[in-house]
Nanobody
């Protein structure tokens, strides 16, 4: 069992930045992949970015590539999502997730990750 707690969401103007954090507890993360997903009202949940905790390999969705950066701090068991040049279409609830499958599998959401955080709201005003 992995417990995940997100923070860092909020209201920001278009073009601005936010950094989301996800603190993980309950397991040693070396064998896990962790990632960020988002869900806008009326839309399906979609993949944003993933990272292999042991190798540091990252995957980023094309829709946010060049604007969002995923990273981790092993000493704090914390994953981050730095979001720059935010657009109104980035408005969504952002979820942290963890899974024992690889980060490349996590990026496909097939199957969806096993563990999820409660989500944090990001609202980008235009």
């Amino acid at each position: 069992q992995v417990q995940l707690v997100e923070s860092g969401g909020g209201l920001v103007q278009a073009g601005g930045s936010l950094r989301l954090s996800c603190v993980a507890s309950g397991r040693t993360l070396r064998s896990y992949a962790m990632g960020w997903f988002r869900q806008a009202p009326g839309k399906e949940r979609e993949f944003v970015a993933a990272i292999s905790w042991g190798y540091g390999t990252t995957y980023v969705a094309d829709s946010v590539k060049g604007r969002f950066t995923i990273s981790k701090d092993d000493t704090k068991n914390t994953m981050y999502l730095q979001m720059d040049s935010l657009k109104s279409e980035d408005t969504a609830t952002y979820y942290c997730a963890a899974d024992l499958r690889t980060a490349s599998v996590m990026a496909t959401m097939a199957p969806p990750p096993d563990w999820w955080g409660q989500g944090t709201q990001v609202t980008v005003s235009s």
